[in-house]
C-alpha cells in the first residue's frame, strides 16, 4: 500500500491542530470542565473530521496533563492538581515581577493605554473564560518589553494555572478584587518606579492564589 502524499499528510495535520486548539480552548474556557468525559466520535462530528486526528490531538493533551486517558478508562478532562498550585503562583509572582521591573523604563503612554482598555473591559465583563484572557492580555502588555525567554516561562505556568483562574472568575468578590489589583499595577506603572511595578505585580499573584485557596476551602465546608 503506497504511502499518502504531502496533501494528505497536510490535511490530517491540519485537522489534528483544529482538533487540539478546540478542545484545549473548551477545557480552559468552558465548556468542558475537570472530569468531564470527552467522546472522539463527538468531537470529529462536531468539527466535521475524522477521528484518527482527534485521538492524536487527544494524545497529545494528555501529554500536557489536560487529558487523562488509558486502555478501559474512558477519556476525561484531568483534575487540576492543587498541590502545585502554592508553588505555581509563587514562581509565577516572581518572574511576572521581573516581567514588570525589566518593562517599567520601555513603556509608553500606548502601552498605559492598551492596559486601561484591558482593565476597564475586565469591569464590565462576567464570563470566566473571557476574564482570563483579558487578564493575560493586560499582563501581556508588559511582558512583551522584557523579552521572549521571560515570557515563554511565564506562558508555562499560566498553562497550569488557566483553569484555576477561571474558577476563581466564577466568584464575583474575587472578581472585584482583581480589578482592584489592577488598577495599583497600572498606578505603579503609570509612576515610572520599576520597583513599584513589580511589587504590585508580585503581590497580584499572591493575592490570587490566597483568595483561590479560601474559595477551595470553603467549597470543602
Given at each position: ?138 499582563h501581556a502588555v508588559f511582558r512583551a518589553l522584557a523579552g521572549d525567554v521571560l515570557s515563554g516561562m511565564l506562558e508555562g505556568i499560566e498553562m497550569e494555572i488557566g483553569r484555576f483562574e477561571r474558577l476563581a472568575f466564577d466568584d464575583a468578590e474575587i472578581r472585584s478584587l482583581t480589578w482592584g489589583d489592577h488598577s495599583l499595577i497600572i498606578d505603579a506603572f503609570a509612576s515610572g518606579d ?28
Amino acid at each position: 500500500m503506497p504511502l499518502p502524499g504531502p496533501e494528505t499528510a497536510s490535511s490530517f495535520a491540519n485537522a489534528q491542530d483544529l482538533a487540539y486548539s478546540a478542545i484545549r480552548n473548551w477545557i480552559f474556557n468552558g465548556p468542558l470542565k475537570p472530569g468531564e468525559i470527552i467522546r472522539d466520535v463527538d468531537v470529529a462530528t462536531l468539527l466535521g473530521i475524522s477521528r484518527t486526528p482527534v485521538r492524536e490531538a487527544i494524545i497529545r493533551l494528555a501529554q500536557e496533563g489536560l487529558i487523562d486517558f488509558g486502555k478501559g478508562r474512558k477519556t476525561r478532562v484531568s483534575i487540576p492538581n492543587v498541590a502545585r498550585a502554592p508553588d505555581l503562583y509563587r514562581i509565577g509572582g516572581t518572574l511576572d515581577g521581573l516581567a514588570a521591573e525589566w518593562a517599567t523604563p520601555k513603556l509608553t503612554a500606548a502601552h498605559l493605554d492598551q492596559m486601561r482598555a484591558c482593565h476597564a473591559a475586565m469591569n464590565d465583563e462576567k464570563d470566566a473564560g473571557r476574564l482570563v484572557t483579558l487578564d493575560l492580555e493586560l499582563h501581556a502588555v508588559f511582558r512583551a518589553l522584557a523579552g521572549d525567554v521571560l515570557s515563554g516561562m511565564l506562558e508555562g505556568i499560566e498553562m497550569e494555572i488557566g483553569r484555576f483562574e477561571r474558577l476563581a472568575f466564577d466568584d464575583a468578590e474575587i472578581r472585584s478584587l482583581t480589578w482592584g489589583d489592577h488598577s495599583l499595577i497600572i498606578d505603579a506603572f503609570a509612576s515610572g518606579d520599576p520597583q513599584a511595578a513589580a511589587q504590585a505585580v508580585k503581590q497580584n499573584w499572591l493575592n490570587a492564589w490566597n483568595r483561590l485557596e479560601q474559595r477551595l476551602r470553603a467549597a470543602k465546608g
